[in-house]
């Protein structure tokens, strides 16, 4: 079964700079890899997706992510935040076939004035 | 994509009561999913609900807690029994729209229920 780690549960990070949010997974079969963003008091929104073909995936709000097969990672990267990006970013997995999505335990991002 | 919606959105409810949370999508969709968000923790399955069969219930959920209706493809309800206060969560439904592989789920705006 597949497993999700996000390694920091909370990341402050002063406005305009970057931030750099980290997911690693282990399956052992092919994957797909989501991001949700979600905002205070809100359901969860899709911020980007790997399903396949180029690694560097650009999503919603100028966050990007990139898979690395090698080191089982997903790393999210935006680089200038801004006060509205703070929200609860969970990572997600699903293995090819199935429709079960396994989350990370998620982190907080707090951009600071 | 599909848009979600859930109600309602938050209730405050006595242990020992019932609430039925209403999930509507503006599409028809096979596949929708229902989650608990426990407070400070990640999002957990409860159960797949595909219209014209009964739900599937993860691991540590069953059907008396947490009895689900399907009735056609673009609603379902989750009903959250005899509850108490460790029932206190977010609760979310999803749908997964492709119909085949890659899956991706879209989610509603929760309900947020509190037992006292």
């Known amino acids: 079964a597949q497993s999700v780690t996000q390694l920091d549960s909370q990341v402050p990070v002063f406005e305009e700079a970057p931030v750099e949010l980290r997911c690693n997974y282990s399956?052992?079969?092919?994957?797909?890899l989501f991001w949700y963003v979600q905002y205070p008091n809100q359901g969860l929104q899709l911020l980007l997706k790997?399903?396949?073909?180029?690694?560097l995936v650009k999503g919603i709000n100028g966050f990007e992510a990139e898979f690395n097969k090698s080191q089982t990672s997903f790393h999210l990267r935006k680089p200038s935040v801004h006060i509205s990006d703070t929200a609860e970013y969970f990572c997600?997995?699903?293995?090819?076939?199935?429709?079960?999505?396994?989350f990370g335990k998620g982190t907080k991002l707090s951009v600071i004035p | 994509s599909a848009v979600i919606s859930q109600k309602p959105s938050r209730d405050i409810c006595q242990r020992g009561t019932s609430l039925t949370i209403q999930c509507q999508v503006d599409?028809?969709?096979?596949?929708m999913f229902w989650y608990r968000q426990q407070p400070g923790q990640s999002l957990t399955l409860i159960a797949t609900?595909?219209?014209?069969?009964?739900?599937?219930?993860e691991s540590g959920f069953v059907i008396d807690k947490f009895p689900i209706s399907r009735p056609n493809l673009t609603f379902s309800t989750l009903t959250v029994s005899n509850m108490s206060p460790e029932d206190s969560s977010i609760y979310l439904c999803?749908?997964?729209?492709?119909?085949?592989?890659?899956?991706?789920?879209?989610f509603g705006p929760g309900t947020r229920l509190t037992v006292t």
């Open positions: 599409s028809q969709v096979t596949m």
């Open positions: 997600a997995v699903s293995e090819a076939g199935s429709y079960q999505l396994t």
């Open positions: 609900a595909n219209q014209g069969s009964e739900a599937t219930y």
């Open positions: 399956s052992s079969v092919s994957v797909y």
């Open positions: 790997y399903l396949s073909g180029s690694t």
């Open positions: 999803s749908v997964e729209t492709s119909g085949k592989g890659p899956y991706e789920q879209y």
